[in-house]
């Protein structure tokens, strides 16, 4: 039975364990079916932490939907699932290679496992401001340096860039290294012809989708995949792990929206929904191009995430115009471009009125546009693990060059860091820091 069929069968009985509201919402109306299926560890309800029924047989249906040997449910984000992994496969003192425009979570999962980080640069556009993919060839000559237990990166980029994952699985196996493949913004992959394969589809150990971002899916809904090239591992582990940063009392609401999400996406229906959206960004980028608006496009670049460029207008400015004039808010932008999410939910009218409002925005014929830069490669002075909770200390940031970091400097979106507790602070820096910086006393 699935899990919102168990849900929708009338409770036939009278409860006194937690949840105390007994599925009725005294204080938030709007909420009542969201109260109505917050149950609980019921007695026939099976339990996330060790489930024997209905959550496993969720889990494997969502498992063989999406091409994985095991998925497992999360109710607390990518974040989690991405800590439980990481804690699954990295013991104290693992060497650990991870592409530096990994989300935050990876840094927290190397504080929490005691894993030894390289940072892999992946390529960049500096006329769009953006990382682009792994260049497979430096991988293969990187881990070929050291003994690394595992490669994290992330694909797609939040500006829907891939890298090649396919290749970059093989290349892990022949230096026998797992490969981690955050998924967050690609949970749509695999449900229409138009986006690519997923990651675990195409050879990765282990992907984790996050399904609020594209695929309509409620905040807090994440998905870890467990795939079948995984050896010498047992997926018990991963189950233990997710039972460390798990809580005790996940939301059944969460779960039955994680099993919908990827039913639907699934069906005929979404795929036809997908198919519609993209088309419909399609002519809604064939007009625009006509009054001057560019389009980031590559042929590895998934069309959901649109970035685009105004000609005599910055990034930013393009974004304070849309959000004062016509209450438009973008994801993120940089000097030159700007981001806009669709995914599930976006509907014709939503980019009608963006479009609306691009083609009015008032731009200036003699502005150039700053370049984009990007960080440089870190210095890591001290692992993640050992910035923890140390003694630190402010001085005026005229003295902190090449001082430690106790600070973690990082623009949310999209949550990259661009110093880390750790790192040696350098001349690229400055200008972000404030006057007096905290830095970890040796
Ligand atoms: C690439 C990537 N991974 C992981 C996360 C964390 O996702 P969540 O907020 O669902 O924990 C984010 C959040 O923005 C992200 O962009």
Redesign the pocket.
């Known amino acids: 039975m699935s899990i919102i069929k168990l849900l929708n069968k009338k409770l036939d009985r009278t409860i006194f364990t937690t949840p105390s509201h007994n599925q009725k919402a005294y204080f938030s109306k709007n909420l009542q079916e969201f109260y109505k299926n917050d149950m609980s560890e019921y007695v026939g309800y099976d339990n996330l932490s060790c489930p024997k029924s209905a959550i496993l047989m969720a889990q494997g249906k969502i498992g063989d939907i999406l091409g994985a040997k095991q998925s497992f449910f999360v109710t607390?984000?990518?974040?989690?699932?991405?800590l439980a992994a990481m804690k699954a496969i990295i013991n104290p003192g693992d060497r650990i290679l991870a592409a530096r425009n990994?989300?935050k979570?990876v840094f927290n999962g190397l504080i929490l496992t005691a894993g030894i980080v390289d940072w892999f640069m992946p390529e960049t556009n500096e006329q769009w401001g953006i990382y682009t993919e792994i260049n497979t060839e430096k991988l293969d000559k990187t881990l070929a340096m050291n003994n690394y237990k595992a490669f994290i990166l992330?694909s797609p980029?939040?500006e829907g860039v891939n890298s090649d994952i396919e290749k970059i699985s093989q290349i892990c196996k022949k230096h026998n290294t797992y490969l981690i493949v955050?998924e967050?913004?690609g949970a749509l992959y695999g449900f229409n012809s138009k986006l690519p394969k997923n990651a675990i589809s195409q050879g990765a150990d282990i992907s984790?989708n996050?399904l609020?971002?594209t695929a309509g899916g409620l905040?807090?809904t994440?998905i870890l995949n467990v795939g079948y090239n995984i050896k010498n591992m047992d997926i018990e582990l991963f189950q233990q792990s997710l039972n460390l940063f798990h809580t005790t009392s996940p939301s059944y609401p969460l779960l039955s929206n994680i099993e919908a999400c990827i039913t639907y996406l699934f069906s005929y229906k979404a795929d036809k929904d997908i198919s519609n959206l993209i088309s419909e960004i399609e002519k809604f980028k064939k007009e625009l191009k006509r009054f001057g608006i560019e389009f980031f496009e590559a042929p590895n670049h998934d069309v959901t995430k649109i970035l685009l460029k105004k000609q005599g207008i910055s990034g930013g400015e393009l974004s304070e115009s849309l959000f004062d004039e016509f209450q438009i808010e973008d994801e993120l932008n940089n000097n030159t471009a700007s981001l806009f999410l669709t995914g599930i939910g976006t509907t014709k009218n939503k980019l009608d009125k963006l479009k609306s409002a691009l083609k009015k925005i008032k731009t200036n014929e003699s502005f150039e546009p700053e370049l984009n830069e990007f960080q440089p490669h870190p210095l890591v002075k001290l692992q993640p693990v050992d910035t923890f909770n140390r003694d630190y200390m402010y001085i005026n940031k005229n003295k902190s060059l090449f001082k430690i970091s106790n600070r973690l400097l990082m623009p949310?979106?999209?949550?990259i860091g661009i110093l880390y507790p750790g790192e040696a602070i350098q001349e690229w820096h400055l200008k972000y820091l404030s006057e007096d910086v905290d830095v970890i006393c040796s």
């Open positions: 607390q984000g990518a974040t989690t699932a991405m990994c989300h979570c992330t980029t939040y955050d967050a913004h984790i996050s609020h971002k905040n807090q994440a949310y979106p999209p949550g």
